[in-house]
């Protein structure tokens, strides 16, 4: 059974700072990986989809990662600015079912 | 192009009563996800649906179900309500192309749909 995990739960770091948000995942045979961006009490806004063959995608200032063989993902968030406060979620479809695996989310705070 | 929207936005019941919520699918899309998601928690897949069938279901009690008619739109009914159910349901739109192993793309979800059960 696929598990998702997204490390830390919770980040705050001053505006214009470059940082990282991590998500690992227990199964390496996935189809694909989405990373979503949620503001509270709204829906998931997709980022990035990075496919299984895929290393990397990049759209303006975020840029994801995918490790398949150690599990793990990362979202690059450049020049962070307070705009980009919200929860960002990954999430896993793997090969063998259409059930997409959520992580609990890295809430992010950027301070002016 | 028009996006995922979901009706109602906001809804209150109390335990035992029935919910159903709708999801019109973005322009395009063939494929209809639901989803249940807890405060602080990352949503939980319910059920997909395909060419007007379910197409895998998630960890819920049959007390949930849905519907996908011909123009990919979609319903999420709920009976017997419990209180547990107070949630965001999303629904998810995406594509998929004809074939057996074929699997769904990129994911493109409503506003949600919040539901409080007293």
């Known amino acids: 059974k696929q598990e998702v995990t997204q490390i830390p739960a919770a980040l705050s770091v001053p505006e214009g700072e470059n940082l990282v948000l991590n998500c690992s995942f227990t199964?390496?045979?996935?189809?694909?990986l989405q990373w979503f961006r949620q503001d509270p009490g709204k829906g998931l806004t997709s980022l990035l989809l990075i496919q299984s063959s895929q290393r990397e995608q990049t759209s303006g200032r975020l840029n994801a990662s995918l490790d398949k063989s150690s599990g793990r993902s990362t979202l690059y968030i450049a020049a962070s600015q307070p705009g980009d406060s919200a929860t960002y979620l990954c999430?896993?479809?793997?090969?063998?079912?259409?059930?997409?695996?959520f992580g609990a989310g890295t809430r992010l705070t950027v301070k002016p | 192009e028009t996006g995922v929207t979901q009706s109602p936005t906001h809804l209150i019941k109390t335990r035992g009563q029935q919910v159903t919520l709708r999801c019109s699918s973005q322009?395009?899309?063939?494929?209809v996800s639901w989803y249940q998601q807890a405060l602080g928690q990352g949503p939980q897949f319910i059920f997909q649906y395909y060419r007007e069938e379910e197409n895998g279901r998630g960890n819920f009690p049959p007390r949930f179900s849905g519907l996908q008619f011909p123009n990919y739109s979609s319903e999420l009914n709920v009976n017997a309500l419990e209180l547990d159910d107070s949630a965001l349901y999303l629904c998810?739109?995406?594509?998929?192309?004809?074939?057996?192993?074929?699997?769904?793309?990129?994911?493109?979800f409503g506003e949600g749909s919040r539901l409080t059960v007293l």
């Open positions: 998810a739109s995406s594509w998929r192309t004809s074939g057996r192993r074929t699997k769904t793309g990129e994911l493109f």
């Open positions: 999430a896993v479809l793997s090969y063998n079912n259409n059930d997409m695996r």
């Open positions: 199964d390496s045979a996935i189809y694909n």
């Open positions: 322009s395009g899309h063939n494929t």
